[in-house]
């Protein structure tokens, strides 16, 4: 696929994170979706519905260790936006792959609630966190950080930087700006307890082993 950089000004057709899903789970259960097809159709917004994507696993009950594959491709993602490509690019071995539709109506089923309640909350907004350059690039320094930490192997970290990560997805998806902000606020929040977290644990082996 190539690589376009994003051109100035640009927007993307209004559609809601619900409404995007109910369209994607739409046809036969057992079809798989090609990756490639779907982001590139989407556009700008292809970059939340791939952070949606690659969430899923954080929230579905698949095999132990593909949240450490889902915070690499979200840490893929945030460097593709320090980039400022037009879209998401793909390694060819992701993008020959797909998600089955029904793999994708039981994650809307299963955070309908908390979907819904996000749709009452936003709306297209603060149009400048997803266009001015400041703001794009501290989106894909949150994005690629808050992957790294996403794929440590630390235990009971999937879920809140998962939540974290899925308030990008839906910021992208709707152009909220808004809730772009407050993506940022929990992403520091969630990084500085980490680091601080990750400073004791290396003090206790320090004692434990001079």
Do not use: C
């Not at 792959?97 to 908390?114: E, K």
């Amino acid at each position: 696929m190539a690589l376009h950089r994003a051109p100035r000004g640009s927007r993307a057709p209004a559609i809601s994170t619900r409404a995007l899903l109910d369209e994607l789970a739409q046809g036969d259960p057992d079809e798989t979706l090609s990756m490639e097809q779907l982001l590139h159709r989407f556009s700008e917004r292809g970059f939340g519905l791939f952070l949606l994507f690659v969430m899923l696993p954080t929230f579905l009950p698949i095999p132990v260790g593909m949240g450490a594959v889902s915070g690499v491709l979200a840490s893929l993602i945030g460097l593709q936006f320090l980039a400022r490509l037009e879209h998401p690019w793909l390694p060819a071995f992701v993008a020959r792959r797909g998600i089955h539709r029904a793999r994708l109506v039981h994650f809307r089923d299963r955070m309908g609630r908390v979907i819904g309640w996000i749709e009452k909350l936003t709306r297209p907004r603060m149009q400048g966190m997803f266009d001015h350059p400041a703001a794009h690039f501290t989106t894909g320094l949150l994005l690629t950080l808050l992957g790294i930490a996403l794929a440590l192997p630390l235990p009971l970290t999937n879920y809140p930087f998962g939540l974290v990560l899925l308030a990008y997805a839906f910021a992208l998806i709707e152009r909220d700006g808004a809730l772009m902000l407050v993506a940022w606020g929990l992403g520091l929040v969630e990084i500085a307890v980490l680091v601080v977290f990750s400073s004791h644990v290396l003090a206790l082996f320090a004692k434990l082993f001079h």
